[in-house]
C-alpha cells in the first residue's frame, strides 16, 4: 500500500510536469480517501473505464487524457459530474499525465510506439516542442510494407497518404492529434510521418510536400506509455497493477 500523494510525488520526478505548458493540470486531479494497493491504468478517463475500474477494486486510477481541459465547462454537471461523483463515491484517485506522458523518453507514447514499431534508431527532435520523434531504418522500406507493420503492431489499419516518393528511410512520428506535425516532419527531409488524428488538410500537405503520411489511431497509438509507467509503478512501490483496454477506432 502506498498512499496517493506518494505515487504522485513519484510519477511527477519520473515526469517533470512542471516542465509542460500543458491543456490540462498534470498529476492528482481527484484525490480519493484509500490508500493504494491496486492501481488500474487506461488511455482515457471515460464511464467505461471507471466502471471496468471500479469493479475490479482500483484504489487509483492513472491515465493519459484525464479531465478538466483548458475551455471547457467547468461545473460538475451530467456527463463530467457522472465521472467525478462515481469516483468521488467509491474514494478512488484519478491521476493524469498528458503532454510529460508523450514527452518521456522511457515511458512516453512516442517512445513505446517507436519501441513497438522496432524502430532502432530513435529520438526524439526539436520539431514540435520536442514531440515529434524520427528514426533512420536500417535499410529502405515501401510505404506499403510500413503500412503493414503499424498495422501489424497496432492490430489497426492505418490511413495512409501516399506520395510521389520512392523508398522510405527515415520516419517521424507523434501519438496523438499531432497531425499538424507533417509540415515540422517535411521540414526534416523525413519520407514519412505517422500520428494518431488526421486532418482534411493532411492529405493535401501529404502529396505537395511528398510524404508520405499514415493515421494510426488517436486511441491506438496512445495506449503504450500509461502502461509503461503503471508497470513501472506497480514495481517501485509494490502495487497490483492492471491495464484496461476501451476500445476506441478513433
Given amino acids: ?36 494497493g491496486r492501481l488500474a491504468t487506461g488511455v482515457t ?7 471496468a475500474a471500479l469493479e475490479w477494486g482500483a484504489d487509483a486510477i492513472l ?18 459530474g457522472r465521472r467525478v461523483r462515481a469516483l468521488m463515491q467509491h474514494g478512488v484517485s484519478l491521476l493524469a499525465y498528458h503532454l510529460p506522458l508523450d ?21 526524439a527532435t526539436e520539431a514540435g516542442g520536442g514531440l515529434l520523434w524520427r528514426a533512420r531504418l536500417p535499410e529502405p522500406v515501401t510505404a ?3 503500412a503493414r507493420r503499424i498495422e501489424a503492431a497496432l492490430t489497426r489499419a492505418p490511413l495512409h497518404i501516399a506520395c510521389d516518393r520512392g523508398g522510405i528511410a527515415t520516419v517521424g512520428w507523434c501519438t496523438g492529434a499531432a497531425q499538424k506535425f507533417i509540415d ?7 519520407d514519412a510521418f505517422i500520428s494518431g488524428e488526421v486532418s482534411e ?31 513501472a509503478a ?17
Fill in 201 to 231: 488538410s493532411t492529405y493535401h500537405t501529404a502529396l505537395e510536400r511528398k510524404i508520405h503520411y499514415y493515421a494510426a489511431g488517436h486511441h491506438a497509438t496512445e495506449r503504450y506509455g500509461v502502461q509503461a509507467l503503471g508497470k
Fill in 234 to 250: 506497480a514495481r517501485t512501490h509494490g502495487l497490483e497493477h492492471r491495464y484496461f483496454d476501451i476500445p476506441n477506432p478513433v
Fill in 63 to 80: 491515465v493519459h487524457h484525464g479531465y478538466f481541459w483548458r475551455g471547457e465547462p467547468e461545473p460538475l454537471t451530467g456527463m463530467k
Fill in 103 to 123: 514527452a518521456h523518453p522511457v515511458y512516453g507514447n512516442n517512445a513505446r510506439l517507436g519501441a513497438l514499431l522496432e524502430f532502432e534508431d530513435a529520438g
Fill in 1 to 36: 500500500m502506498v498512499q496517493v500523494n506518494e505515487l504522485e510525488a513519484w510519477c511527477n520526478g519520473q515526469l517533470d510536469p512542471g516542465s509542460f505548458s500543458d491543456y490540462c493540470p498534470n498529476g492528482l486531479q481527484i484525490e480519493g480517501t484509500r490508500p493504494v
Fill in 45 to 51: 478517463a471515460s464511464q467505461a473505464l471507471l466502471d
Fill in 184 to 190: 515540422e516532419a517535411a521540414d526534416l527531409g523525413l
Fill in 144 to 146: 506499403d510494407s510500413l
